[in-house]
């Protein structure tokens, strides 16, 4: 089974400042790995898939890529409702997600 | 547009069987699998498993295998999850979401099972 680790567990960002975060597969998953974004009290929402492509209605400030075992998103210049938490997950054969990486306000 | 709406709140004790629902709009799951997605208190996403509606065919994570079944009504566009015997650590919200990845996601269903 694919286990899914994202570090950091916890970044703190200021308004409008960019901030990276990291997902590793523990065997390669090709390139089949999406990005969710959870608001707090909301149901998850897809923001990247197949590793690197926007899903409907995402901004272009959100941008992943990797491919095999690592994989980043980067969100340039943060807004208000980009303070969340964001998930990794492999749709290789299973659907597993990530921990989390959660996003807060410096 | 795609929707897919879940069932509501249910409050439960230990050792009940319960079924909770899943259904998209019209059209909505052909060709997709439906996979269900629990959240307890504070934590993270944990994928359970996933329902091909089209031929009820199921993937179960590990984790959840033997625990809880998936099945689907492909006439009426629904999805189902069910437990047999509850226990108190199945308290969770519960989401269903369509694709592969997940691009669809229902509202969520808050199960609460306590004595």
């Known amino acids: 089974e694919i286990v899914m680790t994202q570090s950091p567990a916890t970044v703190s960002v200021s308004l409008g400042e960019g901030v990276t975060l990291s997902c590793r597969a523990s065997?390669?998953?090709?390139?089949?790995l999406a990005w969710y974004q959870q608001r707090p009290g909301q149901a998850p929402r897809l923001l990247i898939f197949?590793?690197?492509t926007r899903a409907t209605g995402i901004p272009a400030r959100f941008s992943g890529s990797g491919s095999g075992t690592d994989f980043t998103l980067t969100i340039s210049s943060l807004q208000s409702e980009d303070f969340a938490v964001y998930y990794c997950?492999?749709?290789?054969?299973?659907?597993?997600f990530g921990p989390g990486t959660r996003v807060e306000i410096k | 547009d795609v929707q897919l709406v879940q069932s509501g709140a249910e409050v439960k004790k230990p050792g009940e069987s319960l079924k909770i629902s899943c259904q998209g709009s019209?059209?909505?799951?052909?060709?997709?699998?439906v996979g269900w997605v629990r959240q307890l208190p504070g934590k993270g996403l944990e994928w359970m498993g996933v329902?091909?509606?089209?031929?009820?065919?199921?993937i179960y994570s590990p984790s959840f295998q033997g625990q809880v079944t998936l099945s689907a009504d492909k006439s009426t566009n629904t999805a189902y999850l069910q437990w047999s015997r509850l226990k108190a650590s199945d308290s969770a919200m519960y989401y269903c979401?369509?694709?592969?990845?997940?691009?669809?996601w229902g509202q969520g269903t808050l199960v609460t099972v306590s004595s």
């Open positions: 979401a369509r694709g592969r990845p997940f691009d669809y």
């Open positions: 019209e059209n909505s799951f052909r060709g997709h699998w």
């Open positions: 329902v091909y509606p089209d031929d009820s065919d199921t």
């Open positions: 065997q390669s998953v090709r390139s089949d």
């Open positions: 197949d590793a690197s």
């Open positions: 997950q492999h749709y290789l054969n299973l659907w597993t």
